[in-house]
């Protein structure tokens, strides 16, 4: 099999930039493509990327791999616009969270001779730009490879020894359908909850003297991108509807659980969900 | 003021036990009571407490402060069987996490001589037993001091002195009914969306592969004792069920703008939960 060595980053924001600097540290010669110069500069003197440009013609036509780690929505108008630069034999992938709606599109653009693997690394951050870029987010974090029916299994090998070579730790195989659905419980739907559990403190509350672990930890992600996260919800609108309510439904059993003093059917929630925690982390440790 | 030297911990679970590691690190003489032999021979291999024991009578006669780190429900029955054994002068505590619905009753089993200070230390973790102890917990954490009309300054000052010298951060002095109304936004709410995220999963999805932080951090206090927990819910209904509400009518708009596709209100929930969520991090880093 081929062997990759020329990688070019398209975005170097936070996953983008975290993947230049993990393929830097291990040797591969990594070129960057980014729309601010303040990005490009920090990415160089990090040592992440050997040369950056706002434009790609001159990476790709060299690049063995691309990363387009842009926003689900740029991605078709990146391949019209510079699809035509990339060499032949070349494996572009993207980062983006969301699948079902753009894989046909997309694979109607790919340049003959290419082959397009849709990608979602499992770790991101809540902060924009390549300054909160880190590879230690990526070490034993999820990676999903996303089957088409035209993904061949060499593309699936090349991407899996290149991610596993930069610390990613369980890589797994899905499909469009299934890969939206499960992230719109795992992703999207946590997401939602924290950004509704913030807005519902009371504007008065002095909550900040109140908290502890565990408010912290669920607010975090309510720290959001508006522009990219809206996208990703609306990107995903029936799958995630679907979670929302399922959720909402558990809370009410629970809610009632509560206002019938019912202990019993409370500790059995309790009980499951401990249940499901530890099941959960016994997965993660295999 | 008085120097406390001699404290005695009554129950040396995860709370208990870190404040016993926490104080004997600080030079006080610590004594540990204990149901289980275990609990008491592992704190005692740790260094944890001097001396331990199944019933506090020999400890209680010579303790400058207590900590009853037992369930909420415990303590008055211990107050009951056990008061008559402290020495004058002592302070009393506990690190209950809902205060309004004992208050009163405790301070009628207060020994003559002594005074109750109700506390609660916002630092736990989700497991059980002395093995998963650990004074790093308490390092900068809040610490809520509870007045009641019983409460004297220099308690206050006492309690104030031991805590921050064992690491706790912010001390913030409030009542009960303000206590218990903001910990059922700031602590059980949490637990109860915790707990049905991770019950409201599809049986056979697989979502291990499927994870990223978010999801682990949403869920990490799904893993939850139920018996404390029930009584910590059902010890403070009206102002959980009064959160539960607010936080359903907050995730309701969000699902709203979902389904309508507006982009614009969706936006504006990201905008408010990110400035709320920065906001946060100022306050705790003041």
């Known amino acids: 099999m081929k062997e990759d060595k020329v990688i070019t980053i398209v975005g170097l924001g936070v996953v983008g930039g975290s993947y230049a600097i993990a393929l830097s540290k291990k040797g591969y010669t990594v070129y960057g493509v980014n729309r601010s110069q303040e990005g490009l500069e920090l990415a160089l003197k990090a040592g992440a990327i050997k040369e950056g440009a706002h434009t790609p013609e001159e990476f790709f036509a060299k690049s063995d791999i691309i990363v387009i780690a842009l926003y689900p929505d740029q991605i078709i108008g990146y391949l019209e616009k510079y699809g035509k630069y990339i060499k032949k034999g070349c494996l572009i992938s993207d980062v983006a969270g969301i699948k079902s709606m753009f894989v046909d599109k997309i694979n109607e653009h790919v340049p003959q001779g290419c082959e397009f693997l849709f990608c979602h690394p499992m770790a991101g951050r809540e902060k924009r730009g390549f300054r909160y870029a880190d590879d230690r987010v990526l070490q034993g974090a999820n ?54 559990l913030i807005n519902s403190d009371d504007e008065n509350s002095e909550t900040a003297s109140f908290i502890g672990d565990s408010y912290r930890d669920l607010t975090r992600i309510a720290n959001i991108n508006e522009d990219l996260w809206c996208e990703l919800f609306m990107g995903n609108k029936d799958n995630l509807l679907h979670s929302i309510t399922s959720f909402q439904n558990q809370l009410s059993v629970l809610k009632k659980a509560i206002e019938d003093n019912d202990d019993k059917t409370l500790k059995e929630l309790f009980v499951k969900s401990t249940a499901r925690r530890i099941g959960l982390e016994k997965k993660k440790t295999q």
Chains 1, 2 share one sequence.
């Open 143 to 196: 990676f999903l490879l996303v089957k088409t029916e035209n993904t061949s299994d060499e593309a699936i090998e090349r991407m899996t020894r290149l991610v596993k070579n930069i610390g990613f730790g369980n890589i797994r195989i899905t499909d469009a359908a299934t890969h939206d659905k499960v992230i719109a419980y795992t992703s999207q739907l946590p997401h939602a909850i924290a950004v509704s």
